[in-house]
C-alpha cells in the first residue's frame, strides 16, 4: 500500500513539473560554446567566459557578426512546442538585432529585436516581424529582456500562431553577453478582459463630466468584448486596481487612440504626440513611483520630481500608422500589446531601486483597451503569482501550451494504466 501510494505522489509531482516547465536554451554552464554556430563572422568570436558581476558563466560574442542557436527546420532546429514567451539576459554598449524563429501556422517567421524603441512590424525582409525593445538595452548593465512571442506575432498577424520556437540568432553588439535564454509559460493572472463589464474601472476626469467607460463588442478585430475609454482626450484618465505583489511583467493591448492611422512619406514621423498616456502606479523600495509609457523615441528618464520614470513606445507604428516603405505589407489600426518588465524599467534610471508592488494601471485619452494582466517572471515561475486584493483579479492561467496539453494527457493515460497494474497484481495475490 506505501508502495502503491509513493508511486502515485511521484507521478503527482510529475504532473506539476509539467505545468510550471520551462526549457534552458543556454545558461553558459556547461562551459562551452557548442550550442552556437556562426552564421557571419569567425569561430573563435563565440567564447564562454565567467562573468564577476552576475557570478555566472555567460556566452560572449565579439566580432559584431552573426551567431545562432537552433535552424529554421530540420534536425538542429529546437523545435520547442508550449512554451511562447522567451527570457534572455545580456550585457551590452553597442546595437544588437535579436531574431527568434518561429514556425506558423503560415510558414516561418523572424521576430526580431532592436535596440530602438519603434516597431516595424512588418519591415526590413520578408517574414521578418520587428520590435524596438528600447535604447535602454544597450546601457551596457545586465538586464533580463522578456517577450511574449505570440503577442509580438499578433500584433502585425492576428491570425497566425506559433507552432514551435526553433531557433535564436544574435547579430552586432560587438562584445555582447548573453545568459539565461529560457522558454517558458508564464503564470498569467488577467484584471481586464472585457467579460465582466466595468466595475474594475474608475474615471479620474477633472475636466468634463461626459467621460465613460463602456464595455463593448470588438469580434471583426478578434478581440471579442473590449473596454471603450472615451472622454475629453488627454486630460481625461481611467484606473484600473490591480494590487500584486509577486509578478513584475504588466501586459495590456490597445488599439483607436490618437489620430486616425495614416502612411507618412518619411520615416520617424510623430504626429501626435498625445496620443496615449499609460501609468503604472507602483510601489518600490524606495517609495511610491509612477511607471509612465507615452509616444516618442527618447526616455525622458527621472520627471515629475523625480518620482516618475518615463519611457517611450516608438513612433506613430504603435498606433498604426506606417511608413510609406512598409505599405502596403502593414495593415493600420491593428491591436497592439505591450509587455513590459516593471522592475527592469525601474532599474533603467534607478539601478539600486526594486518593484516592491503593483498598485493600478491609468490610462489617458480616448480609445480601446483590452487583456490587462500581469505575468510571472521567468525565476519566479514555479512559485504562484500572488496579488494583495484577491478581489481584484478576473482569472489566473498557467497558459499551458500545446504541447503541455500533450503531457498532461500521456500523464492521465499513464495513471490510469499504473492503476489498472496496480489493481490487477491485488487481484492475483487474493488467488
Known amino acids: 500500500m506505501i508502495l502503491k501510494h509513493s508511486k502515485l505522489l511521484l507521478l503527482l509531482l510529475i504532473f506539476s513539473s509539467i505545468l510550471e516547465a520551462k526549457t534552458v536554451i543556454e545558461d553558459g554552464e556547461s562551459g562551452t560554446t557548442t550550442l552556437w554556430r556562426v552564421v557571419q563572422g569567425e569561430a573563435d568570436d563565440i567564447s564562454n567566459v565567467y562573468d564577476k558581476e552576475i557570478n555566472s558563466r555567460v556566452i560572449e560574442l565579439k566580432g559584431g557578426g552573426s551567431y545562432k542557436i537552433g535552424a529554421t527546420g530540420g534536425d538542429r532546429a529546437l523545435t520547442i512546442i508550449g512554451e511562447k514567451s522567451i527570457s534572455w539576459k545580456m550585457k551590452t554598449t553597442l546595437p544588437y538585432t535579436i531574431y527568434v524563429i518561429v514556425k506558423t501556422t503560415d510558414d516561418l517567421r523572424y521576430l526580431f529585436y532592436v535596440s530602438t524603441p519603434s516597431r516595424g512590424l512588418k519591415h526590413g525582409f520578408q517574414n521578418g516581424i520587428h520590435h524596438g525593445i528600447g535604447k535602454s538595452t544597450i546601457d551596457g548593465r545586465w538586464r533580463r529582456v522578456t517577450r511574449d512571442l505570440e503577442a509580438d506575432l499578433k500584433d502585425a498577424e492576428p491570425n497566425n500562431s506559433i507552432i514551435s520556437v526553433n531557433g535564436f540568432i544574435y547579430s552586432g553588439g560587438n562584445g555582447g553577453r548573453l545568459d539565461d535564454i529560457i522558454l517558458y509559460s508564464p503564470k498569467e493572472i488577467i484584471y481586464e478582459d472585457g467579460s465582466n463589464e466595468v466595475k474594475n474601472w474608475t474615471i479620474l476626469d477633472n475636466s468634463s ?102 519611457h517611450g513606445l516608438g513612433d506613430d507604428r504603435a498606433i498604426g500608422s506606417v511608413w510609406s516603405g512598409d505599405n502596403p505589407i502593414n495593415e493600420l489600426g491593428l491591436w497592439q500589446s505591450v509587455t513590459r518588465d516593471l522592475d527592469e524599467d525601474i532599474k533603467d534610471f534607478e539601478p539600486n531601486n526594486t518593484l516592491v508592488a503593483v498598485n493600478s494601471f491609468e490610462v489617458r485619452n480616448s480609445g480601446l483597451i483590452d487583456d490587462v494582466k500581469m505575468l510571472s517572471s521567468v525565476d519566479t515561475n514555479i512559485s504562484k503569482c500572488n496579488n494583495i486584493n484577491s478581489s481584484n483579479p478576473k482569472k489566473e492561467s498557467n497558459s499551458v501550451g500545446i504541447g503541455k496539453l500533450f503531457l498532461v494527457f500521456q500523464f492521465i493515460y499513464m495513471l490510469l494504466i499504473l492503476i489498472f497494474l496496480l489493481k490487477k497484481k491485488k487481484k492475483i495475490k487474493k488467488l
Open 209 to 310: 463630466s461626459d467621460a465613460t467607460v463602456t464595455n463593448i463588442s470588438d469580434s471583426k478585430n478578434q478581440q471579442n468584448r473590449v473596454i471603450s475609454l472615451q472622454g475629453d482626450g488627454i486630460n481625461s484618465a481611467y484606473k484600473l486596481s490591480i494590487n500584486n505583489s509577486s509578478c513584475k511583467i504588466l501586459q495590456w493591448k490597445f488599439r483607436g487612440f490618437g489620430s486616425e492611422p495614416e502612411i507618412f512619406d518619411t520615416r520617424g514621423v510623430i504626429q501626435d504626440l498625445k496620443a496615449f498616456e499609460f501609468r503604472v502606479h507602483i510601489q518600490s523600495k524606495n517609495g511610491a513611483r509612477d511607471l509612465i509609457y507615452t509616444l516618442g523615441e527618447d526616455n525622458l528618464g527621472l520627471i515629475e520630481n523625480g518620482f516618475t520614470i518615463h
